[in-house]
């Protein structure tokens, strides 16, 4: 991997995509107003330096944290601007040039360029039907960066052995895990995981949280918990880096989750996706019968694989000319050569009326792409 | 410089507190409720992934940067979270632990700690009353950053024979410039020069504006000008480090400038600087004639030199006491032992009807405090 090769790298995500329908522009619009009274601009208009808001670490404590199982004192929290500042921060803090990282591979593309941009060495972790394998990689790795939750982005969730297993690893090497649980309220279930982080006894689970999937990506809020020590470094880079995440918006967050619109909006995206994730499967079994998917309860996308030699670079394009948006899959994986046979499906955005049309149009799309050698109903 | 002094360094600034009854809460809240209103939520909800908000550039292009004469297209045009993460980016890219970077001594001591964790190589340039000097300091550097609107802390305005120099030292040496106009809206001035940017013809200076001195420093706005090649790189960096600033937040500054808010708001401030300003240096006059006095037409801050022998930390936690907050300079110098017998005095947050009891408070302060050595009114 080359360590800029973040400056070349095109970004074809189309999966921060929203679905208006699904805002939350009513409460969210509420609690900025009032985070617009002059009794709340006074505690965020000036500077906080290093600072957040207390009511905002407050309820990601209490209405966060604690469902995943994770209980953490307010100086083990930081708030980042989204989910990829904290991946940023705790590179620019733990990776240097001689440090080697695992990542998983597929994996998030933009988690694998941002410690490719601290270090040359970044090693590509096979998965398995449990997410990130055992693999003797393993051992050359200082840090490991993993999601356990929904494997980004082959859905796969964790289970608990695999998880006893790397922290068991974890601790006779004396390594640490990152843990990007970026869709941990989405996919929030009775009979979820907790997270990682919530096993870990060792202080080595740094925790990555976002609020991206529920409250809406453009806000860009995020954050990291860890160990109090790695917290006040953190804090001092978040300093020079850029202050503190906009302390509007934190207390707005703050009150969103105060009122109790934050839950109403986790249960009412777990049903849409519930049953848009349903729907989608169904028509996909009914319309590319080839196509294996990936997906899991809670999840917001479905990871495909079409036959040995699909190309799912063409198979975007003429699906957009359709109207269907697909990521094409190649872009998470780390080699050199990705394979072109993947897709990734995000339905959370798709309204549930137009699914089955939709899989229908990408089925009619992979046909006019075609494929000699594959077998298209 | 240790490079990692930044870890250890204490933050004492009071200079982001600001004056609820300044603040332009009306108009921000209107721009923010047409923010969130369904049409404008859909360009912003989703991930931008790098882009910016169109609106938000092309007012930074037509209200920010005309008025002080640079003119610069869409993309050479960055928004970042507050004109700290604009340093942080460009230190980012352009300093490694090879490079020479010069600051004003005394500077604003985070732009000293951003280059000073990238580089050992951190020079203190001398000011002289022109502001940033010719100064043979200078030869070393391969980057230089300065504040030629308002020196900070000084408040210094560099003369245009003096911008002349530099630039054509600069063109002459090879060397990049780094402006950071941290106050240019409030300093603006029928007879307020134009930004050292406005004079550059081979595009070796960038650029950094901020929103934080108006409409306040909480929201974290602020923003790069600088050549196309530079900036798509910005944006490539940016978008690893944390994607794109709160596009909410981009919007509603966008609506803030296009309404006419922002213009009034400058209007307000400036009066209200100049009549604080006038107010403070009398009061200053009368009651510490021994304290030489720094400030320039639009500055929101008296730069203090106490005589020697003062302690304005002393003084500080006195001052303190008796409910005045006023900035010990020490901490704007770079060298190991800093003189103690500066400081700053920002009265932007201070009401006009509050500054001759408050300047009183301080003399009386700085007699408690004692210096036998000095005749105290």
Request: proline share 7%.
């Amino acid at each position: 991997m080359k360590p800029r090769d973040w400056q070349r790298y095109p970004y074809p995500f189309l999966y921060g995509q929203i679905d208006p329908s699904m805002l939350p522009i009513p409460g969210w619009r509420e609690c900025s107003l009032q985070a617009l009274s002059g009794s709340e601009v006074r505690g965020w208009a000036g500077d906080l330096i290093d600072g957040d808001d207390a009511l905002l670490i407050e309820q990601i404590q209490t209405r966060l944290l604690a469902r995943r199982g994770v209980f953490a004192s307010a100086d083990e929290i930081l708030v980042t601007v989204g989910a990829q500042q904290a991946l940023f921060l705790i590179a620019t803090l733990l990776v240097g040039p001689a440090t080697t990282v695992g990542v998983e591979d597929p994996g998030y593309p933009d988690a694998r360029n941002i410690m490719a941009a601290r270090t040359p060495s970044v090693v590509a972790l096979p998965l398995d039907a449990s997410g990130l394998a055992l693999s003797p990689g393993l051992d050359a790795c200082d840090y490991v960066l993993l999601t356990p939750s929904h494997q980004c982005p082959t859905n796969t969730t964790m289970p608990l052995g695999r998880r006893e297993a790397l922290l068991a690893w974890a601790q006779a090497r004396d390594r640490v895990l990152i843990e990007d649980d970026y869709e941990l309220e989405i996919g929030l279930e009775g009979r979820a995981q907790p997270a990682l982080k919530s096993l870990d006894r060792s202080g080595r689970v740094v925790y990555v949280g976002s609020l991206s999937k529920t409250l809406a990506p453009g806000i860009r809020m995020g954050y990291i918990v860890a160990h109090r020590d790695l917290i006040r470094e953190a804090r001092a880079m978040r300093r020079l880096m850029l202050r503190h995440p906009p302390a509007n918006n934190q207390r707005s967050a703050a009150l969103f989750l105060a009122m109790g619109y934050h839950d109403a909006l986790l249960r009412r995206l777990r049903q849409a996706c519930a049953e848009r994730g349903a729907l989608v499967v169904a028509a996909l079994e009914r319309h590319l019968p080839d196509v294996a998917v990936s997906t899991a309860p809670g999840a917001s996308s479905c990871w495909l694989r079409f036959p040995d030699g699909a190309d799912t670079r063409a198979l975007a394009v003429a699906a957009e000319r359709a109207g269907v948006l697909i990521e094409p899959g190649d872009v998470f994986f780390a080699g050199d050569r990705p394979p072109r046979q993947y897709a990734r499906l995000g339905f959370a955005s798709i309204a549930t009326d137009r699914i089955a049309a939709g899989i229908a149009a990408l089925a009619g799309a992979f046909r006019e792409v075609g494929m000699s050698s594959v077998r298209v109903p």
